[in-house]
């Protein structure tokens, strides 16, 4: 028998619900949530990504503006612009897609944005609160994991959690928040030596590389979590992720649990998204009642 798949478009559907009905009433006190997307140059992919955030908050209650600029756009522009909406009362989440035209520096970009309207939790102060443990918006891709993972019913306390990949934006945070659930964590990437050593003791495994077939089904042991963030393609063209799905899947068996690509990780980062802007816009309310 194989492993249960953790079904990242059901769990998806669930919250969003949950965020539709908060929208709402936040709406009705007269804070409807807002999120600002900002889309510099004509990338095709992340036109379709941007597209399919601002379908998101339409079908959950949520306000949002779309900006659309020539990858032209001068830095300062850019810069000036996101200081505009952090003055922007009806918005409260800002979204910047990247990639970004190489003459405009991300980290200049990001920096900008007002840690209370920063969604995609990927300033410093966002990364600071976090390794502080502090309350603030966490990176939407490893919030969607620890929800997957807190899915299955397992608990995390206690377990050796094994991240594969150390990068800013889904690595390290992704470590954090283990840290966070009380879990053993151990981060390995490029410059690990035997990876296989480390995957085959974890409880729960995350890869995040952006390789296919980093785990396979020799690197797992039986009754594992495995969540794959990757999304790359095979030689037929179509989606795949970071692990041999089939194999691996096959070794954890009936007590394991694996996320699918598509169908696992993909739904549930724009649906983090959407949470961040509507507790951002929790917040604002909450603080315009105290002033």
């Given at each position: 028998m194989t492993a249960r798949l953790i079904d990242g478009l059901a769990l998806s559907r669930e919250i969003r619900a949950d965020l539709g009905r908060r929208?709402?009433?936040?709406?009705?006190?007269?804070?409807?949530?807002?999120?600002?997307?900002?889309?510099?140059?004509?990338?095709?992919?992340?036109?379709?990504y941007v597209r399919n955030k601002v379908k998101a908050c339409a079908e959950h209650g949520l306000h949002s503006v779309l900006e659309k600029y020539p990858a032209t756009l001068a830095e300062a522009e850019l810069l000036a612009r996101i200081a505009a909406l952090n003055a922007d009362a009806a918005i409260h989440g800002i979204l910047v897609q990247m990639p970004?035209?190489?003459?405009?520096?991300?980290?200049?970009?990001?920096?900008?944005?007002?840690?209370?309207?920063?969604?995609?939790?990927?300033?410093?102060?966002?990364?600071?609160?976090?390794?502080s443990g502090l309350p603030g918006l966490r990176p939407c891709t490893p919030l969607g994991c620890m929800r997957l993972i807190e899915s299955t019913g397992i608990a995390i306390r206690g377990r050796h959690a094994v991240v594969v990949g150390r990068s800013n934006t889904v690595g390290k945070p992704m470590a954090l928040l283990l840290l966070q659930a009380d879990a053993t964590v151990t981060v390995c990437h490029s410059?690990?030596?035997d990876l296989a050593v480390h995957t085959r003791m974890a409880d729960i495994v995350v890869?995040?590389?952006?390789?296919?077939?980093?785990?396979?089904?020799?690197?797992?042991?039986?009754?594992?979590?495995?969540?794959?963030?990757?999304m790359n393609r095979n030689d037929e063209g179509k989606l795949c992720g970071d692990v041999d799905l089939a194999a691996v899947r096959e070794a954890l068996g009936p007590a394991g649990w694996i996320t699918p690509v598509p169908g696992g990780v993909g739904p549930m980062t724009i649906t983090m998204l959407l949470g961040n802007t509507v507790d951002a816009a929790g917040a604002a309310a909450n603080r315009q009642a105290g002033a």
């Open positions: 929208a709402e009433a936040l709406a009705a006190a007269g804070c409807r949530p807002g999120l600002a997307v900002i889309l510099v140059g004509d990338d095709p992919a992340s036109a379709v970004l035209p190489r003459h405009i520096d991300p980290a200049k970009v990001i920096a900008a944005i007002d840690t209370a309207k920063d969604v995609d939790g990927y300033s410093v102060r966002s990364a600071g609160e976090l390794t410059r690990t030596p890869v995040a590389v952006g390789r296919r077939h980093t785990l396979t089904a020799a690197m797992v042991k039986a009754g594992a979590v495995v969540v794959d963030v990757g």
